[in-house]
């Protein structure tokens, strides 16, 4: 049996980025996809979002962060991102590992911009999505691709996958 690894849609070339591109990652389509399963997510299409779509960004609140739009603070997406990451638990369920999309606003694992209302930078966190698997799965293996550029590091991600 193959590992099941989840990936954000966009690094397997699928073109649901907001700006309706992808981000294609050579080493997870053409090597890795060959030793796991690959199963792409992508929190913001499977939220029923448009491509393209205006892009968010994070913002801090009272109650919480939220994805707000950087033209239109008043469009806030969190809700619709948050239900679908709790509808995908089925298939979270069945994954050894996620790779995410750095510095997206539902992917990106500690590298996302978080602002103040006004616009000013607050520091880094975790986007909607990767914060849930945060919080709801500590035990599963969560990386973003930047970490995957050194030969090094594909191979302990491989060994932690029990693929040597
Ligand atoms: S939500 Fe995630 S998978 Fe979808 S386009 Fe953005 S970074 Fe890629």
Redesign the pocket.
């Known amino acids: 049996m193959k590992p099941r690894v989840g990936v ?3 690094l397997l070339g699928e073109p ?2 907001y700006d309706g591109q992808s981000k294609p990652h050579e080493w997870i389509r053409q090597v890795l996809a060959d030793v796991a399963d690959l199963v792409p ?5 499977g939220a029923g979002l448009p491509v393209p779509r205006p892009p968010v960004r994070l913002v801090k609140l009272e109650d919480g962060i939220h994805a707000l739009g950087v033209e239109d603070p008043g469009r806030d997406v969190t809700g619709v991102i948050e239900q679908w990451s709790r509808s995908a638990r089925s298939l979270i369920d069945e994954l050894q590992a996620v790779i995410l ?1 750095s510095k ?1 606003p ?2 990106g694992l500690r590298s996302v911009p978080l602002h103040s209302p006004k616009g000013e930078e607050l520091g880094r966190t975790s986007g909607l999505f990767a914060a849930f698997l945060q919080q709801e799965y500590p035990a599963l293996l969560l990386l973003e691709e930047t970490g995957l550029e050194l030969a090094e590091a594909r191979a302990a991600f491989l060994h932690a996958l029990g693929i040597d």
Not at 41 to 45: A, F, Y
């Open positions: 954000s849609a966009c649901v980025r997510l992508c929190p913001e299409v999309k997206s539902s992917c």
